[in-house]
Antibody
């Protein structure tokens, strides 16, 4: 079964850091680009970041640029999101999502597989 | 990058058809054929319903269809069923090499 499972969420103080993980199974992880998408409580979806299959291409939303870092370990079938200098407005459920196209060259493709999400709460 | 514009809510009766619009600019929806649509039930992860404007992933009912005209994309659901009641989000690739979502539309099946 194709599956993505996020972990690492929790409560953190403003200015703090957190590292999210996403474990992939059931498909050849190293062949697919990956993304992080978040959803604040009661709000809509917001794309956060993209990483190509080989990690050679990375993009971020302006709202997280300079504070968040996306990475992956294809040997461990895992995707990561290092979040620093966290703000209250970063409070959200964070989803990892697979890009639908094999070896996609950029963040233009749709997201066909999603994890169940992990909640991040930034509050003092 | 501003969010794409969707109606906050739409409704329809079982068996009817509804259309949800998604309006952007020439820098996103109008500039690329990379519009996708997602369905999200409460407390669940989003599910891809349409990609590249009008393509359906395997397993998605053919009652769901997508189209685009200029800077506006549309999702049409025909033969409405109770299980279609959910939030729907559009998304588009942008000229800034990012993705932008719409604000979401709550579909109520009367």
């Amino acid at each position: 079964e194709v599956q993505l499972v996020e972990s690492g969420g929790g409560l953190v103080q403003p200015g703090g850091s957190l590292r999210l993980s996403c474990a992939a199974s059931g498909f050849t992880f190293s062949s697919y680009s990956m993304n992080w998408v978040r959803q604040a409580p009661g709000k809509g979806l917001e794309w956060v970041s993209y990483i190509s299959s080989s990690s050679s291409t990375i993009y971020y939303a302006d709202s997280v640029k300079g504070r968040f870092t996306i990475s992956r370990d294809n040997a461990k079938n895992s995707l990561y999101l290092q979040m620093n200098s966290l703000r209250a407005e970063d409070t959200a459920v964070y989803y990892c999502a697979r890009t639908i196209t094999l070896a996609a060259a950029g963040p233009h493709d749709a997201f066909d597989i999603w994890g169940q999400g992990t909640m991040v709460t930034v509050s003092s | 990058q501003s969010a794409l514009t969707q109606p906050a809510s739409v409704s329809g009766s079982p068996g009817q058809s509804i259309t949800i619009s998604c309006t952007g600019t020439s820098s996103d929806v109008g500039g690329y054929n990379y519009v996708s649509w997602y369905q999200q039930h409460p407390g669940k992860a989003p599910k891809l319903m349409i990609y590249d404007v009008s393509n359906r992933p395997s397993g998605v009912s053919n009652r769901f269809s997508g189209s685009k005209s200029g800077n506006t994309a549309s999702l049409t659901i025909s033969g409405l069923q109770a299980e279609d009641e959910a939030d729907y989000y559009c998304s588009s690739y942008t000229s800034s090499s990012t993705q932008v979502f719409g604000g979401g539309t709550k579909l109520t099946v009367l």
